[in-house]
């Protein structure tokens, strides 16, 4: 595709749950964000991919939240046993190389909402 | 630890007027900084990206400056119209260089016709 997708659009869990957000980035961007956007705290970083590996997943904020990404493309981020605190948009982004010139093209994002 | 900072939270302006969107950052040690917009219940639109050797960059009615001495970033926007109208997003790529952004609040504005 031409931009980022990411999938489902919305979810809604019930707090326990698991559950597992994906990414398809813009082909060939050999770099891959995590954010989340929640009221109150801003949009935060979670994690990024370099490849296949993640140099930098200082922002997963327990051990609850976990992400993977496969063959230099698709990523899932999973979050298991969903806490109220959780409900937010999850955005992902790609880009090209990590160079200085080079910006980051976001996807529409996942709302999640834990009940 | 890089903290953006920006103001105002919220911007009214009537259709027609130059504004001027402000952002400050803590830490100077910065590859680039970048100013995105975002529309309701969409992800963010890149508007302009100044690299730390760069004082500015335009596009279209777009100005965006830089001063790294200063930790400060200006958005000017030229001719306002209600097109406009969206959350605008500045972001620092510190110093590690692995493209991690850290975002400020973000400026919600508003353009009346």
């Known amino acids: 595709g031409a931009g980022v997708s990411q999938s489902p659009s919305n979810k809604v869990t019930e707090k326990g749950k698991d559950v597992e957000l994906r990414c398809d980035p813009i082909?060939?961007?050999?770099?891959l964000y995590w954010y989340r956007q929640s009221l109150g705290q801003g949009l935060e970083f979670l994690i990024y991919f370099q490849g296949n590996s993640a140099p930098d997943k200082s922002g997963l904020p327990s051990d609850r939240f976990s992400a993977e990404r496969t063959g230099g493309s698709v990523s899932t981020l999973t979050i298991q046993r969903t806490q109220q605190e959780d409900s937010a948009v999850y955005l992902c982004?790609?880009?090209?190389?990590?160079?200085?010139?080079?910006?980051?093209?976001f996807g529409p994002g996942t709302r999640l909402t834990v009940l | 630890k890089q903290e953006v900072t920006q103001i105002p939270a919220a911007l009214s302006v009537p259709e027609g007027e130059n504004l001027v969107l402000n952002c400050s950052f803590t830490?100077?040690?910065?590859?680039?900084l970048q100013w995105f917009r975002q529309d309701p219940g969409k992800g963010l639109t890149s508007l302009l990206l100044?690299?730390?050797?760069?004082r500015e960059q335009t596009s279209g009615r777009l100005n965006a400056s830089l001063d790294k001495s200063s930790g400060r970033s200006t958005l000017y926007i030229a001719a306002s119209q209600p097109g406009d109208s969206a959350t605008y997003l500045c972001a620092a790529d510190g110093s590690s260089n692995t493209g991690k952004l850290i975002f400020g609040q973000g400026t919600t504005l508003q353009v009346k016709p």
């Open positions: 082909s060939g961007h050999t770099a």
């Open positions: 100044i690299q730390s050797s760069q």
């Open positions: 982004a790609s880009r090209l190389i990590a160079g200085v010139s080079d910006t980051q093209y």
């Open positions: 830490d100077s040690a910065i590859y680039n």
